[in-house]
């Protein structure tokens, strides 16, 4: 399996190759040539694995260049650190007593060092880099350069503090994140970590990451340092696939459990924000999973939901911070890939996201937008609509979810209204609720008012009787360790002035 962009037509180059570079030096991302598809005897042959062997197994079909041994390496390494066995449990929610109900299953992807689904990949693609290296003979330091909405720039830090070979630099909007997930990246320790608070949003941290990457003089200077630069967000390839198991994975274990048979359909739903999450499901989908629809979740800021149900892709819109913060995005860089794979056409890619950089939209054709809607329904939940589902979650169900999977579970709600289609459903629950504990408690009817975000773990575990995650309880007497901040105009030098240390 080689790997190509989807901006230029460059010599397709090996997964680790891939993995290393991060990002394609003409701007785009890198995408597989083909999609494998996997057989439902494939499918159901995974019931009996554990978590680690469904990963080896799957990403062995998109890094055909890695070992069996390998891979199985990097999955046992990256999944030791969770806190459940299972890995990602699934918990079953049915509204009567009956279970005629079709259900929803939530898959926990927040069991890892951080609390959060961006554990799932992080501590995944350190482990693929460092065997990379080895399998590249690049001499080179790997500079991990991160923009984050939150939950990305812990997991990145977590997963590459003290990594032989690699630094790496956390950008994230100041003043833009919860004071936890502020505080998780703040006091992360490490030789090799640095993290900086932009003024600004999370696209102005994002943009200033990706536009550094296509700087050939900043290359230049950091060639001369014998730096190379690769990214942990999710246009690095090595970040996306890991997030294609956790669809297979929770599907057989719906099988396992005997809501439904293998082969029957299921649908997806997954709060989204930079759309890399659910584009892992529209691969897993592509691939031969059973997904009848894919279901786009958006807060207020819903320039996706948008984007699916007129055709057009318009940024150029106010910028709400909302209680959902890792989706209060407004530039969805995945998207780039499923117009690629959708398209087959790298010259209408490039002039989209040209027309997104000059104007700030674009738009779609008939045709194309008439495939997309056969596989994705995009709705959006406010604010009130979020903290709403919360409480009755919690109320129905004595089950506690944080504010991103609660837009999730509304949007299931009026998919179900809009189609009548009562397929049971697998959604995303993307982050512990711990991490977002002021808008869990008020959902729940407490004020938080002058209780300190570390106090208020203590008190949404009292109410609730939840356990505080181990990584969050600590935060307390963790020291701070990075006091950095920049205009947004001032990343690059940063970078520079970080590499060459």
């Known amino acids: ?23 394609s030096e003409d701007g785009g991302l890198f995408v597989p040539e083909s999609i494998p598809r996997m057989k439902l005897e494939e499918i159901e042959s995974l019931i009996g694995m554990t978590y680690e062997q469904r990963a080896a197994a799957i990403l062995q079909k998109f890094l055909t260049d890695y070992t069996a041994d390998e891979l199985a390496e990097c999955s046992e390494l990256a999944y030791d650190w969770f806190d459940t066995r299972a890995k990602v449990p699934l918990s079953i929610l049915i509204r009567n007593e009956t279970n005629t109900e079709a259900p929803v299953g939530v898959m926990e992807l927040w069991h890892g060092p951080t609390s959060a689904f961006k554990d799932m990949a992080l501590q995944m693609l350190p482990r693929l880099m460092s065997a990379a290296l080895k399998k590249t003979g690049e001499q080179k330091e790997i500079l991990i350069l991160v923009a984050t909405s939150g939950d990305t720039g812990k997991a990145a830090l977590a997963g590459f503090a003290d990594v032989p070979q690699t630094k790496i630099m956390v950008f994230y909007p100041d003043g833009g994140v919860s004071k936890i997930q502020r505080l998780q990246m703040v006091t992360q320790a490490g030789k090799n970590v640095n993290v900086t608070a932009v003024r600004g949003n999370f696209d102005d941290a994002q943009t200033g990451v990706k536009n550094i990457f296509g700087d050939e003089k900043i290359r230049e ?6 730096v190379k630069l690769s990214s942990a967000n999710s246009i690095n ?19 396992k459990e005997g809501y439904f048979k293998i082969g029957d359909p299921v649908n997806v739903a997954v709060p989204t924000g930079n759309f890399g999450n659910i584009l892992a499901g529209y691969y897993a989908k592509k691939m031969g999973l059973p997904v009848k629809k894919l279901i786009c979740a958006s807060n207020i800021n819903h320039v996706l ?11 150029n819109r106010a910028f709400h911070k909302t209680i959902t913060p890792s989706m209060d995005i407004l530039i969805s860089s995945n998207l780039e890939r499923l117009l690629y794979h959708e398209t087959n056409d790298i010259e209408r890619v490039k002039n989209f996201m040209a027309e997104l950089k000059e104007t700030g939209k674009y738009k779609i054709d008939a045709p194309l937008k008439k495939r997309l809607d056969k596989i994705f329904y995009a709705d959006y939940a406010d604010e009130a609509e979020t903290s709403s589902m919360i409480r009755r979650i919690f109320e129905n169900f004595k089950y506690l979810v944080d504010t991103h999977t609660a837009v999730a579970l509304s949007v299931i709600g009026k998919y179900r209204h809009d189609t009548r289609d009562m397929l049971p459903v697998i959604v995303a629950s993307t982050a512990s609720p711990f991490k977002f504990t002021a808008a869990v408690l008020n959902s729940l009817g407490e004020s938080t008012q002058g209780i300190d975000d570390l106090e208020q773990l203590d008190k949404l575990s009292n109410l609730t009787n939840k356990r505080v995650p181990k990584n969050l309880a600590s935060l307390e007497s963790a020291k701070v360790l990075h006091e950095n901040i920049c205009d947004k105009e001032e990343m690059a030098a940063r970078v520079l002035e970080f590499a060459k240390k």
Request: hydrophobic share 40%; charged share 20%.
């Open 1 to 23: 399996m080689k790997y190509i962009s989807t901006r230029s037509k460059i010599e397709p180059i090996t997964s680790a190759e891939a993995i290393l570079q991060g990002l």
């Open 305 to 315: 939901t948008d984007f699916f149900q007129t055709g057009i892709y318009d940024r």
């Open 221 to 226: 200077e950091l060639a001369k340092a014998n």
């Open 237 to 255: 390839w090595g970040r996306l696939v890991p997030q294609i198991v956790y669809y297979f994975s929770s599907y057989v274990e719906f099988v």
